[in-house]
């Protein structure tokens, strides 16, 4: 049944797909007018990167390979020097999503434009959401300047990622588009794309981890993570991704396994409240229920199910639970500091989500 009422704001950009597609890179770099391109990358990273300035030859001004995990403001800076002093028209980000945040980080002040070659599947490319952090505090925002201009998805460059870190940034991706389909502020469009993205996902995870050379399995995860980045770029988020991010915040756990944990029981949350979006997601993944069909594919995909296997004390949980109330936002079920808890009990234990939460 058609949504009745939504607004659809598309964002711009340009996506070059496919096995072999990093040979396309100098020409995306060329259509910007660029002549000095700075390529990012992690410190492990670096033999990639240099084969990306390789290619780029005269169009290449320089390599920054110090990018880390949530941006620290002390690393944006030292790369926002780095590219005036090199006289940088352009950042290619090499990597996943901290070396494609380090970009956005030196064109939310520059406005530098971006050309982002993904490795993972967190999906950072396709959003206009930028992340800082600064004396160990985490500060996101939206703004247009930071959605690179070009993206080049070559799956080629995903073989190396490890199968479990597959799993987890892939289950991170499936996170996105569950939680876009029960957005304040879906659209059909979105919800298109979304479904679309949690097959490609489930399917390409499923191949990864039984054939992690196989680059067919490969294609199929990173056009699940254009889908699932793209959907986050346009749709807010809400239970799942507040949740994990105090977890995170407060807990100190570790990114996308927090995402893999808690994805069933915050979708069960949401279950009654959203019975076609859950019937969708379930048919999808070929299941009785959405929450069900979840669990079950982490559990093939062999990563934690549980908080108490990422380390949570049990004593932590309500903590937890309150802090996720201070700050209220949309959700299509109320948010309860009771209902909360009973998720992080579930979460915690890790069984296949059962009964109402609210
Ligand atoms: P990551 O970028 O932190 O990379 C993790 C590790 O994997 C690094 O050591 C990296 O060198 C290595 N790696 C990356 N690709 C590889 C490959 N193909 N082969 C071998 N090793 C590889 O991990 P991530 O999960 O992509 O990104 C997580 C970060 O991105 C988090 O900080 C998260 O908040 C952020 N994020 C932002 C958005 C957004 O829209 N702004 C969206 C999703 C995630």
Redesign the pocket.
Known sequence: MLQDRFHYSPLPGRVVFGAGSLAALPDEVARLGATRALVLC?P??RPLADHVAQLLGERCAGVFAGAV???PIEVAREARALAASLGADCAVAV?????I?LG?AIALESSLPIVAVP??Y???EM?P???LTEAGEKRTGRALRVLPRSVVYDPA??I???AR?SAT?GL?AIAHCVEAMYAADTNPIATLMAEEGIRALANGLTGVIERPDELSARAACLYGAWLA?SV??SCEVALHHKLCHTLGGMLNLP??ETHAVILPYAAQYNAAATPRVMARIAAVLDSRTAPQGLHRLARHLGVPQSLAQLGVRHEDLARVADQAMRAPYPNPTPLTQAGILDLLEQAYAGDEPHGAMQ
């Open positions: 992690t492990e990273q995990m949530h941006v990597g996943g999503g901290s070396t945040g956005k490795t993972t967190a999906g950072s959003t959401i930028y992340g460059l995903t190396s990622l490890p870190m940034s991170n980045g986050l770029g990114h996308a």
